[in-house]
């Protein structure tokens, strides 16, 4: 593996090296249409909103989630290719 494809796959997997994050994309992976506002994670991962958002904002930062913003919440949705992509990079070691 290349240095830099090495770096990429590393900053991929230490977003998903969590376990907030893991539950955080699970949830919005099983809810209708793949997509969840901020105001429905909080209750079930039993951390502040605050948190909840710095960990929405690392697994978009990677590719996981996208967000978009309708009023006073934020919606992410899963990007399944991004999942599928990062299980490639893992499986072809």
Not at 66 to 80: C, I, N
Request: proline share 4%; glycine share 6%; hydrophobic share 45%.
């Amino acid at each position: 593996m290349a240095p830099g494809a090495a770096t990429d796959l590393a900053r991929t997997l230490k977003a998903l090296a969590d376990p907030a994050r893991l539950r955080l994309l699970s949830i919005v992976a099983a809810s209708e249409g793949q997509e969840a506002c901020v105001c429905d994670l909080t209750n079930p991962v039993g951390l502040s909103q605050a948190t909840v958002s710095y960990h929405l904002k690392m697994l978009t930062d990677a590719g996981f989630l996208t967000r978009s913003k309708r009023g006073t919440w934020a919606y992410y949705r899963l990007v399944p290719e991004a999942l599928d992509a990062a299980g490639a990079a893992v499986s072809a070691l």
